[in-house]
Structures are given as structure tokens and as C-alpha cells.
């Protein structure tokens, strides 16, 4: 049955810090892996998908690896700011169907 | 861009009540999905539908049924609304790849729905 971890489960740094969001999986058997942003009684915006052949994507400051056989991806910003304060969720897609299992994720709050 | 709507930002309803949600999406996807959002508890999927008029239970159906009449389109229904349906309310759209994987999700904004 697949988990899905993500540590810390909250972070307060200061602005301009390089910082890294963790996602564990016990599964490798994956198809994708997707990191979401969600502000405070909002919906999930999407940041970055990652396919299974893939080992990373970038997006402005934002870059996501993927390492499936150690069950792990990790979501990095650079220069960090008060804007990027919210709640960064990582979502598993499993191979063949629809189940997707999401972290609960970590709430990141940026400080000026 | 591409986008999923839902009808409702808020809402607040009696218990008893029927309630509907709405949301409607414009990417031509085929997947559909509406799922709870609780503190402590995450995200949890309370029905999907992979096709027009097609639906399929997901780990808390109970108290919820749902609808897919047009492609664009998954209502969300609570037969007889209670308190402990007070939640967050997410529709999501995903289109299908190889093997009958999902490729990704696009959320909706969100319903934040409260039940007296």
C-alpha cells in the first residue's frame, strides 16, 4: 500500500533562503509525482509534474527532483519570499487506474 | 488557460437540506474527481467518474452521490446534508495516458461548504 510522507510538516525561514520540501514514497511503482501550492482557504495550484522517467523539472525558482528508487522527491526554492508562504502538498499517481495518494503537506511561512 | 470551476465559494446550508455542487471544467478531460478536505485528514476522494454518465466510489462515498451528464460537468450531491459534512470541497480534472494512468490533476478553487 503506498504512503506518502512529507517532512518537515511545517517551516519558517527567513526571506531570500534557499529551501528544500521533502516528499517520501514507500511504493516506487509510480507514474507521476505532482507538487501542489495551496493558500489558505483556497484550491490546489499545480507547480511542477514529474514523470517516472523523468528526474527533475524546473519552473522559475522552483525545481522538483524525482529518485524512485529511493522513494523520494524533493521540491526546492531559491530566494525564498513572503509570497511563497502556503501549504506545498506532493501527490503520488500510481501506475495503471486512479489512485493517487496526497501528503498532508508542509506549511511553509517566509518571513520579510 | 485551461480551468475547472466550481460554482460556489462559500456556502451555507441547513441540516436536511439537499445540496448541490457544481463544477465544470473546460479541458475536454474525461477523469473528474471531487474530494474532502478536513484538517488532520488531508485530502480524501469521495467519488470519480472517468467518463460521461459513468461513476465509481472512493474511500468515503457515504452521504454523497454524484452526477455526469455532460463531459464538462460532475455535480456533487448531499442527499441530506449534516454537520459533519461541514469541509472543504476540491473538484479535479485529469485526462488519462498510456496504460490508464493519470497524467496529472487541475483543481478548482474550492467550495468551503457549512452545514447549521
Known amino acids: 500500500k503506498q504512503e506518502v510522507t512529507q517532512i518537515p510538516a511545517a517551516l519558517s525561514v527567513p526571506e531570500g533562503e534557499n529551501l528544500v520540501l521533502n516528499c517520501s514514497f514507500t511504493?516506487?511503482?509510480?507514474?507521476?509525482l505532482q507538487w501542489f501550492r495551496q493558500d489558505p482557504g483556497k484550491g490546489l495550484t499545480s507547480l511542477l509534474l514529474i514523470q517516472s522517467s523523468q528526474r527533475e523539472q524546473t519552473s522559475g525558482r522552483l525545481n522538483a527532483s524525482l529518485d524512485k528508487s529511493s522513494g523520494r522527491s524533493t521540491l526546492y526554492i531559491a530566494a525564498s519570499q513572503p509570497g511563497d508562504s502556503a501549504t506545498y502538498l506532493c501527490a503520488v499517481i500510481n501506475t495503471g487506474g486512479f489512485k493517487t495518494i496526497f501528503g498532508a503537506g508542509t506549511r511553509l511561512f517566509v518571513k520579510a | 488557460d485551461v480551468k475547472v470551476t466550481q460554482s460556489s465559494r462559500y456556502l451555507v446550508k441547513r441540516t436536511g437540506e439537499k445540496v448541490f455542487l457544481e463544477c465544470v471544467q473546460d479541458?475536454?478531460?474525461?477523469?473528474m474527481f471531487w474530494y474532502r478536505q478536513d484538517p488532520g485528514l488531508g485530502l480524501r476522494l469521495i467519488y470519480f467518474?472517468?467518463?460521461?454518465?459513468?461513476?465509481e466510489k472512493g474511500d468515503i462515498p457515504e452521504g454523497y452521490s454524484v452526477s455526469r451528464e455532460k463531459k464538462e460537468r460532475f455535480s456533487l450531491i448531499l442527499e441530506s446534508a449534516s454537520t459533519n459534512q461541514t469541509s472543504m470541497y476540491l473538484c479535479?480534472?485529469?485526462?488519462?495516458?498510456?496504460?490508464?494512468?493519470?497524467?496529472?490533476?487541475?483543481f478548482g478553487s474550492g467550495t468551503r461548504l457549512t452545514v447549521v
Open positions: 479541458m475536454d478531460h474525461e477523469n
Open positions: 479535479a480534472s485529469s485526462f488519462t495516458r498510456g496504460g490508464g494512468s493519470l497524467y496529472g490533476y487541475t
Open positions: 511504493d516506487s511503482a509510480i507514474y507521476n
Open positions: 467518474s472517468y467518463d460521461v454518465k459513468m461513476k
